[in-house]
């Protein structure tokens, strides 16, 4: 058989017998190799170690010490007291013996997998004193040649990541007392884990946190040669929870069980493929920046499709966001050259709009707790920025229904600005004053009876196309994006006068992330479902919102500044007050003391009175469309003091306060936005310099002094109520 074989595949006998030969040769020469290395293993690994003692120190300033270091077998290395500290610093670890096997053939081709793990009593104290830190060798920067610089490559790197981790990860493993604790100047943190052990690749653990405050497990199994897990983190009758969190950044975060799975790793082409599932139960979270109470979500999870390449990182069309009921199919992608660019998407398929409500997390839209609908609701999102022209960003959101109805209200009827109701304005996160929206109300004006020019010079300085939009102006919102990432701050908004009026009537006025969902969701229902017709909304919002310090809707405003009715307001009174509506309590800083406005309103005037005019709205003026022919009130003119303080900055977009930190520093941070408070005492809340007794004469340069300290102290005031 064997000749019969050789002929058919016409191989000379002495090539076959050259074959056997070499084969023989080179495993000879191999054995040979083997035996030479593993009789001066001990010499091999004396070297090895000393190198690295020397590295450390060199490299990272790290004195690493081992009292012993010897083989156990072929491929078993056992150390005994290893000792890291850097220099200066505080001891970083202590292990007092540690066992590790490697895996031979891997090895042959350079890749160190561990076969095998023991630790007994090991230590790793991560301390921070003032500005000094035992750690910092893990930021410090290595020496690099810029003349031969790569460009990074994601997909590599993702991937040498991955095996470096999977490879480290052993196939039995058994750790006993491994202590890591963390302190600063003002926090600490410790994890003891009491045992970890991977057997027969079944994972078992058990962590005290912060001295048996609580214990956790890590259980599961793990498959690093197959680049898979699946791994569940709980808590021994309690949930998940780290105090730090709520003492560094005010923020309660616990759970019941995350779930994590790497269920596959593709590689495909240039690029790397990982599939995976993540899950968790009963997700707590509260944060005074995100909202006002618990948000608890029982049940979330992911079915992620990450794809990695040379340039980008997404996460797939394909995978499938599950919330309670519903399912969503995101599209993310980051690309990090030759341009960033930041794309999202988001789908979901017709779904029962009940179930949809049902699945909002608890807590987080109050004023739709109890509501019943009907029908269907579909979404769909599209976002594109690309970082070298950010004008042109692509902003489409989308929510479609089908035979939906509301059938009840839940905690708040939306069709109550149909009516009569009460409105409460809150100033240093206090009740005011109920005022009410409709005819009792003396100061109530109807919309028939306010002047043309009043509605007009509002309308089109706050919302042009309010009367033909459905609650939202999408290129107004896109302006708002692009003029935002530009200046690196948020420097122009984007509310219709739909979303001012839910804002005052329905919604707390704590600035939260969940109150301004919850208020787009709240203006989608009222436009889209007709709760509320636009005359009687711009009605509404005329009534009831702040043009002044502690006035309130139109008919105060007009009287106020100008003792008048709203109906006889002229072009320049209207475009006076609605120049105000985003600043109202600063309405009095724009007169000067004769009762004339400053002149730096006068661009202002130009720009409001010409788009009226090409509007048809007014005639054409070249004198400024009234703003010469302003006067307040002889009664408030006394109250304005000289000053030469310029106060241009108050036409701005938005207030100099603008919050430029970063987008972690403003959720997480101290708060540093200005809330709507009053800035002054609610006795005072009239006026901006106090009126001074008849017998007191003060010369110009102490008033202008006073009217300086008096702003300074309003803006003390408004920062502090802002930390409220």
Known sequence: MKRKFLSVMHVPGKYVRAGIITIAVLLVILITGIMIAYNKRES?????????????????????????????????VVFDNITVVPENRDSLAHISKLRVGVKLF??????????????????????KRDSLRNYDFLFRKKNQDTTARTKLNLAELANNLLNKLLNKIPD??????????????????????STATIKNGELRSTIQVNNNESVWHAQGEVEPGDKQFDIS???????????????KYDLVLNFDTIHAQLRKVIHNGDGLRLKGTYAIRNLLINQPKIAAHDIVVPSGSVDADLMIGENYVSVDSSSVIHLKNITAKPFIKYTLRPNKIYEVKLHTDELDAQELFNSFPEGLFESLNGIKVTGTLQYDLNFRLDTSNPDAVQF???????????????????????????????????????????????????????????????????????????????????????????????KRGASTISMQLVKNVYLNRQKTLARKIEEILLVWLIENNHISGKSRMFETYLNLIE??????????????????????????ESIFLASIVPRPKKGLYFFEPDGSLRGSLRGYFKLIGGLMARKGLTAPDTNAYGFYSVRLKESLRQQIAP???????????????????SFLDRIFGKKKEK??????????????????????VKTPAELRRERREQRRQERKREREAGYR
């Open 172 to 193: 039995n493993m058994d750790i006993r007392n491994f202590d890591l604790s963390y302190v600063g100047n003002k926090d600490s943190l410790r994890f003891f884990v």
């Open 396 to 490: 489409d959101s989308r929510l479609n229904k089908k035979n939906f109805k509301i059938v009840s209200w839940g905690t708040t009827p939306l069709d109550k600005i149909n009516n009569t109701f009460v409105y409460t304005p809150y100033e240093y996160g206090k009740p005011m004053r109920d005022i009410i929206v409709g005819p009792p109300n003396p100061n109530f004006t109807p919309l028939d009876n306010i002047s043309a020019n009043l509605k007009n010079a509002v309308l089109t300085a706050e919302d042009p196309s309010f009367y033909s939009h459905r609650g939202f102006v999408e290129e107004s919102i896109r302006k708002s994006i692009a003029t935002d990432f530009k200046e690196k701050a948020f």
């Open 675 to 696: 809330t709507d408070t009053l800035s002054m005492p609610p006795a005072k809340q009239h006026h901006p310099v106090q009126q001074q007794p008849a017998d007191t």
């Open 233 to 247: 983190l709980f808590a021994e009758g309690k949930k998940v929870e780290l105090p730090l969190l709520k003492r």
């Open 643 to 661: 000053d030469t303080i310029s106060i241009d900055t108050l036409m701005k977009d938005v207030d100099d306060d603008a919050d430029t930190r």
């Open 106 to 127: 891997p090895l042959l081709f350079g890749n160190v997998k561990f076969g095998e793990l023991e630790l007994s009593d090991g230590r790793i104290s991560l301390i």
């Open 44 to 76: 091999i690994l004396q070297a090895t170690l000393q190198k690295a003692i020397r590295k450390a120190k060199t490299e990272y300033h790290l004195n690493l010490s081992v009292d012993k270091a010897r083989f156990d077998g072929l491929q078993t």
């Open 547 to 572: 043009w002044g310090r502690n006035v309130y809707g139109i008919g105060e405003a007009s009287r106020y500044y100008f003792g008048k009715l709203p109906a006889d307001l002229t072009l320049g």
